[in-house]
T-cell receptor
Framework: DGGITQSPKYLFRKEGQNVTLSCEQN?????MYWYRQDPGQGLRLIYY???????QKGDIAEGYSVSREKKESFPLTVTSAQKNPTAFYLC???????????????FGQGTRLTVV | AQSVTQLDSQVPVFEEAPVELRCNYS??????LFWYVQYPNQGLQLLLK??????LVKGINGFEAEFNKSQTSFHLRKPSVHISDTAEYFC????????????FGSGTRLQVQP
């Protein structure tokens, strides 16, 4: 089945450590996104990528980094510079928004990160 | 830039009653509009979307939404809710001509009571 796979589902990190969240899609989508979700704040955009080897900062990129070496993969690293990393992280993908107006995004099941 | 305001953080309703979840947006350009649903500890699922054409959009699970350009609104409605509709609902917007990710509202928690 086609879809987006995020792993792990739950992740615990000690303060001061970097951690990488995995996101893989087999939908052949060009665009991929990372959102952070906190209670009562909706989803906020961290980074997005329209094509391989290119990505842009979203609204809350500080303390995060990404790479897009393959079309299928868009890992997110939460660095020690992120002051409050405990949150629910959602990865999404969509077909190329440059060539079509259908910008529907498909979401993974999320990773809940807790700093201990 | 775009922004989305969901006017109600929580909406309690009895089973089989109608419900409306309100969404207003702000944008200097034309937009596409979406409603997503999220069940606990899961990702988001698309309910419906407005791209162009008829302003009344029908989605899955009996939901529908109406786009009102003059009031910059995209309210979600269902004539009769079920217990299984209990979830978080998000309104989202993106520019129709741009290369940009979705901008989401803060969400509305729909609580259906028996």
């Amino acid at each position: 089945d086609g879809g987006i796979t995020q792993s792990p589902k739950y992740l615990f990190r000690k303060e001061g450590q970097n951690v990488t969240l995995s996101c893989e899609q087999n939908l052949n989508h060009d665009a991929m996104y990372w959102y952070r979700q906190d209670p009562g704040q909706g989803l906020r955009l961290i980074y997005y990528s329209q094509i391989v080897n290119d990505f842009q900062k979203g609204d809350i990129a500080e303390g995060y980094s990404v790479s897009r070496e393959k079309k299928e993969s868009f890992p997110l690293t939460v660095t020690s510079a992120q002051k409050n990393p405990t949150a629910f992280y959602l990865c999404a993908s969509s077909i190329d928004t440059r060539t079509t107006r259908n910008t529907e995004a498909f979401f993974g099941q999320g990773t809940r990160l807790t700093v201990v | 830039a775009q922004s989305v305001t969901q006017l109600d953080s929580q909406v309690p309703v009895f089973e089989e009653a109608p419900v409306e979840l309100r969404c207003n947006y702000s944008s200097s350009v034309s937009v596409y509009l979406f409603w997503y649903v999220q069940y606990p500890n899961q990702g988001l699922q698309l309910l419906l979307k407005y791209l162009s054409g008829s302003t009344l959009v029908k989605g899955i699970n009996g939901f529908e939404a109406e786009f009102n350009k003059s009031q910059t609104s995209f309210h979600l409605r269902k004539p009769s809710v079920h217990i299984s509709d209990t979830a978080e609902y998000f309104c989202a917007v993106t520019p129709s001509g741009g290369r940009r990710a979705l901008t989401f509202g803060s969400g509305t928690r729909l609580q259906v009571q028996p």
